[in-house]
């Protein structure tokens, strides 16, 4: 069963901030949002996770919502390496659950 | 984080035969998993390969078919057997550590 929603595909103007939205209506208290990012040819690669509070590392900025319902992750100034696939995951956090991934969202950065 | 290489990158085999995919991680982990990647699609547990016991298969996957072993805490290999055009796929690992999954480069199928 999906337990998050992602539009399939967006476009970005590089240079510009590019703002990907995911909802997580049903979401746990245990639960943490995660998201990784798949470019062309390679496998998925970590971005950054929260539980409740904003968190920012030096790849993106996550946004979670104070209901927990959604959350939006943010890439600060899109370049065209950017462009992948981006999947919204929640999971509890720790090292022995499985990832299961949605269909993501697909990023064009546009020059 | 932890570095996963895999072997082979990509092959290409006759339908009834079988492939085996290695994974290795440069450093003890406690979960492993396989994922299967069809074209154009997302990624689909395989299972999860346990050391020490039998990998846990996800509904649809079944042993016989995906078997896999877990000597040790940086290895695993995924064998696919009796191979048919549909298994075309890239077939990729991932390694736990701590809060994150770190995933190899995949492996490329393409049967023929």
């Known amino acids: 069963d999906a337990k998050t929603t992602q539009p399939p595909s967006m476009d970005c103007a590089e240079g510009r901030a590019a703002n990907l939205p995911c909802n997580h209506s049903t979401i746990s208290g245990n639960e943490y949002v995660y998201w990784y990012r798949q470019i062309h040819s390679q496998g998925p690669q970590y971005i950054i996770h929260?539980?409740?509070n904003n968190e920012t590392n030096e790849m993106a900025s996550l946004i979670i919502t104070e209901d927990r319902k959604s959350s939006t992750l943010i890439l600060p100034h899109a370049t065209l390496r950017d462009t992948a696939v981006y999947y919204c995951i929640v999971e509890p956090k720790t090292s022995y659950d499985k990832v299961i991934f949605g269909p993501g969202t697909s990023l064009s950065v546009i020059p | 984080s932890a570095v996963i290489s895999q072997k082979p990158s990509r092959d290409i085999c006759q339908r009834g035969t079988s492939l085996t995919i290695q994974c290795q991680v440069d450093s003890q982990v406690t979960m492993m998993f396989w994922y299967r990647q069809q074209p154009g699609q997302s990624l689909t547990l395989i299972a999860t390969a346990n050391q020490g016991s039998e990998a846990t298969y996800e509904s649809g996957f079944v042993i016989d078919k995906f078997p896999i072993s877990r000597p040790n805490l940086t290895f695993s290999t995924l064998t696919v057997s009796n191979l048919s055009p549909e298994d075309s796929s890239i077939y990729l690992c991932?390694?736990?550590?701590?809060?994150?999954?770190?995933f190899g480069p995949g492996t490329r199928l393409t049967v023929t």
């Open positions: 929260g539980l409740k």
């Open positions: 991932s390694a736990a550590r701590g809060s994150e999954q770190y």
